[in-house]
């Protein structure tokens, strides 16, 4: 029994060196939950401007992340992590200064918007360069053996800074004005900065180094899988509201809680499974029990089966990113690594971005339970990519 303890104690420490990184994870997504929320409706009611504008005005900042992705792989890995980690912060302080601002002239309806968008597009180059500069600082501190970990813990940071940042945001301007936005994205993005000044970083990995394109493709496939995985999430996020109302029921909020609870359960409780069955063999795993999930959807009578279905959605959904990703940084050379994850999470973005429009006109023709149908096959579809990857890794 003794000669367990060193390992327990190993396994924490790598635990509490990933922790202290996605901190900074963390905190950036505090502030893009901050807004989501309220940010359609202060665009709509009080600016004056159409849902279209609205909707495109959060759109913009998920545009800057996939667009800016590219550049946040290659400052990765050509001026180090903590660089990349300092950057994102202080664009989202510029989003503070510029919602503030924005707010300060909503007078001049256009004038706000334009600026509006601005800093949700800083905003959006943020979460991209840190995202990735936090978990190459991960894998770099801890080891290429904890990769899993690394990304499932990262995860974990953004899901769980999401769902504390949006209701908050909607306290926040219920009580304090849409101004207080402005000021605590500044105020949280100094505050990050201040911590990570003495924080010690990892030496840049000197190397030969891929050009984006061709990291990209050797990513490529089990990005696609990836994103073929990820559109339920995007399905269900967007959609199980007008399911709920198009089926007559009421509650549509508990199927995002049982998702999310289950997403992150799943992750805190499983990712070592990676390192202990093989990426492969889990995301296999995990897919199987996602589509299962969205079947459930698809075909449910009741509010209780929903809940059902979207609670394996949630858990399938969880440890397939970091699966896959595991498999997916292997193919690239560790002087490209943070290329690689910044091609991989390009996928993930693709995802959510399809998912609206595509579902949307699958709702339209034929109805909202066929949009989980659709999901559930584009997962099997995936599912049988990532079967075709595994046997030629093993050949």
Not at 112 to 133: D, E, K, M, Y
Not at 255 to 276: D, K, M, P, Y
Request: glycine share 12%; proline share 4%.
């Amino acid at each position: 029994m003794p000669a367990q303890h060193p390992s327990r104690a190993s396994s924490f420490s790598v635990t509490l060196q990933i922790l202290s990184i996605v901190f900074y994870t963390f905190i950036a997504f505090i502030c893009i939950g901050l807004p989501i929320a309220v940010l359609p409706g202060y665009v709509h009611d009080q600016l004056g401007f159409s849902a279209v504008v609205a909707g495109l005005t959060i759109a913009s900042q998920y545009l800057a992340t996939l667009l800016s992705r590219p550049s946040a792989g290659r400052l990765v890995d050509n001026l180090g992590t903590k660089p990349a980690i300092v950057y994102g912060l202080i664009g989202i302080a510029i989003s503070g200064v510029l919602t503030f601002l924005a707010v300060a002239l909503e007078d001049w309806p256009l004038l706000s918007l334009l600026i509006l968008i601005s800093g949700r597009i800083f905003l959006g180059i943020a979460q991209g360069l840190i995202g990735v500069g936090t978990i190459s600082w991960g894998i770099a501190q801890v080891g290429s053996e904890h990769t899993a970990r690394a990304i499932g813990w990262n995860g974990i940071a953004s899901y769980g800074a999401i769902a504390i940042g949006a209701p908050l945001g909607v306290v926040m301007v219920d009580r304090l004005g849409f101004l207080s936005l402005g000021v605590t994205l500044l105020l949280l993005a100094l505050l990050a900065l201040l911590l990570i000044r003495k924080k010690p970083s990892v030496p840049v990995i000197r190397g030969e180094r891929l050009p984006f394109w061709s990291v990209f493709g050797l990513i490529a496939p089990y990005g696609i899988s990836l994103t073929l995985a990820s559109i339920g999430y995007g399905t269900l996020t967007t959609f199980i509201t007008l399911f709920y109302l198009d089926r007559g029921w009421v509650g549509a909020a508990y199927c995002l809680t049982v998702f999310g609870v289950c997403f992150i359960l799943a992750r805190l409780i499983f990712t070592n499974s990676i390192n202990h069955l093989g990426g492969y063999t889990v995301a296999i795993a995990c897919m199987a029990i996602e589509a299962i999930g969205l079947t459930l959807l698809w075909l449910a009578p009741s509010t209780a089966f929903a809940l059902v279905g979207a609670g394996l959605a949630g858990f399938g959904l969880s440890l397939v990113y970091p699966a896959l990703g595991v498999e997916a940084v292997k193919q690239v050379p560790t002087p490209s690594r943070g290329a690689g994850l910044s091609a991989y999470a390009v996928f993930f973005d693709l995802a959510l971005a399809i998912a609206g429009p595509v579902m949307g006109a699958i709702a339209l023709n034929m109805g909202y339970s066929w949009i989980f149908f659709v999901a559930a096959l584009l997962c099997c579809l995936g599912l049988l990519l990532t079967l075709g990857l595994s046997r030629r890794s093993r050949a």
